[in-house]
């Protein structure tokens, strides 16, 4: 039936959309009649949002607005345009996103997002302009230096200027609120410009050879024609333009003869951004598994051909071969016609194990993850969405990987915090991997050496099936640890010293063998903060309150956390005494000593500081492989996941100041980090040894790292979160209320709480707060803290929808609050 002739007024229809900005609410939209295609669920859309311009989601189509919404219809907008075509999202990952932004009370839109690679994100950039108001303001206030003066004194001179360029200038933190008033106030105009660096697929010119008619053996034809026929043929009958002219060192002209003549056709083709780069990869093994590795495989297996949902956690401990029961369990999905999905923390930090996988499976995995270009992200989804790759492999955000018919997911190390999003929307992908492949009527595996408490805890209550790879390959034994005891080692000397006689001892045998080691100081810089010995401050950062830390190299004084550095006084800022004093060592001044106690040794350091060049990372771990080097220093980075089999000892110089944090999963994180760095030693024919220096050495954590004891510690810590009332035996939410004035973040914080006491229903939750956050200023911004825990996740979601909700009507800024639902980082 067409309802062309009708007014327009009868076939309206109304969208919801959800707009990528941190809000769990979507709006609702008028479609006017010339908005393009049909409005659909998963297509993106451009609409006003108040005085801006914004790019969105559609995520529901209807005629009629529901009475009891009591949204007033004339008070409807109208979308702008829509973008799309067809839907971005299969009708698989657009129903995951909706969940996961429910399961984490977050937002949908900034879910859908997340779930695109980056260049299909349109952003618009929002720029401003001095308005006749704004330039009266300025000469009244000519010689005032308030920041609004300030901005409006640039737009003067600088005409209209985009707001990330403002916020280079004027810093990020401070524009926002500043541009917000002034624009209020109407001395300022601003404009939404939609951003242009969207992604295209990469075309590049190429030119093949055509079927010939006539005069096959050449006659007529010049010699350059001649040439280009044959290196064309040789090449297997087509070539990139530029590579054929240069292989011939012909002139253009002799090819375009010949296109002219029909002999060859010149055309455009699409080409592959290839993250593989060299397309290098590691020849496939043969291998005849293991009796735990067959158990594993068979019961993977078995799931696999039911076609139903299962769940198991892999509990391997390092180096008993669990990637040879992913891969294999991979191909059996694929036998079975469907595809497969394997979530890495972080696999720029393991080329070895891409390149396996690329051997394994060639062309058929596409790789995913934030090191990529955006060129090489975008056609490696595509791929995916296309069909053409049916295995994904990615960080994080590749659990929304637009793969159909899924059969198989694995989420390797699903201990590690980095499936878990730092900001806003928070979500963790290993368990947004699990409902995935609950939706999917798919298997999922977790697997780890050190599972995380929760998927432990799961396997007991019977959520997951736990399967148990208890050996090493090959009956290798684990490495033996030993704790090394710091105080007596400061007793005998005196001093506190970097490195123990000990450890200096285990270097120079293991290096005297020809073997490797691998020290771990989980701490970047040169000294972890600068303290005056006459008045006793120490050096803090003027945006957070975090010490600064000393890095040698660069001659200066840095913040971690937002990156503010100086120059490295020579005088005490506070006292000008001379007495600076150096504490806490780090990876630049452990990089120091070794290289002086140990000059024969090649010796790479790898943290943050030293591995921020592209594939960097990569060399000095290919070059360690190959013997190249003989010793890797380093922070975490070098603990993760690494097959090097001449590595015999581990140095762990100070665990302690992990232990210290004001966090319920220090102890759990301590524990993995050790039993992760110690599993990097002895993975070879030679046994591997570990030696832990520490000043606690009785702390339960180190004991059961040193037996690598899993289940002592996993019971002796979930007694401890049973008694206290933490994850898993709880569901935790942490609210944080941050703002640059202190009084008005302590009074959002107290509006926050008071929603959330509200809607307590039947004191389901208990509330906790708010109060200081351990590190209470941050980036310029007062941190305040709120913990909600709750017997049952409907109430904890329940309660914190609606707390929220009372808040914000009662005037919070919402802007402000960021609550998370299962937060892993509490400080
Ligand atoms: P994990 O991930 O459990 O730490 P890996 O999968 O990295 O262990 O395997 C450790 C080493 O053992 C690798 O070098 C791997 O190639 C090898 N390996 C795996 N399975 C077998 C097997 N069945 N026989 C021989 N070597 C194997
Ligand atoms: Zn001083
Ligand atoms: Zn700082």
Redesign the pocket.
Known sequence: MSRANEPAEDRAIYIDVALPLPLRRTFTYRVPADLGSDPSAGKRVEVPFGSRKLTGYVVRVFSELEPETAIDPRSIRSALALIDDESLFTDEIFELTRWTANYYAASWGEILKAALPAGMNLTSERSFSITSEGRQKLLDSINSKPLAVQLLRWLEEHGETSKRSLETEFGPKRVGPAVRSLEKDGFIAGTDKRSVREVRPKLRKAVRIMPAVGDLNGKGLTNAQQAVLTALVNAGGQLDFANLLELTQVSGSAVSTLAKRGRVEVFVREERRDPFGDGERSQP?K????DE?NAALDEIGKAIESGEFHSFLLH?????????VYIRAMRQSLRRGRSALMLVPEIALTPVFSRRLRGAFGDEVAILHSKLSRGERFDEWRRLRSGEARIAIGTRSAVFAPLENLGLVIVDEEHDSSYRQNESPFYNARDVAVMRANMAAGVVVLGS?TPSLESFHNTRSGKYRYLR?PTR??DRPLAEAELVDMRDVFRASGKDVLLSPRLIEGIRETHAKGEQSIILLNRRGFSAFVLCRSCGESLRCRNCDITLTYHKRDGKISCHYCGYNVPTPKVCPFCESEFLYFIGDGTEKLELTLEKLFPDLRIARIDRDTMNRKGQMQKTLFAFDRGEIDMLAGTQMIAK?H?F?NVTLVGVISVDTGLGLPDFRSAERTFQLLTQVA?RAG?GAKPGKVLIQTYYPEHYALQHARRQDYEGFANEELGFRQRMAYPPFVVLASIFVKHPNENVARQNAELVKAGLVEFNVEKKCLILGPAPASISRLKGEFRYQILVKSRGRKALRTTLEMGLDAAERAGCDMRSVFAEIDPINLM
């Open positions: 093994q291998l005849n598994l293991t590795q391997g401990v390092t180096g008993s071969g669990k990637t040879e050496a790879m390959i090959e996941g097959d089999h599993g993975r």
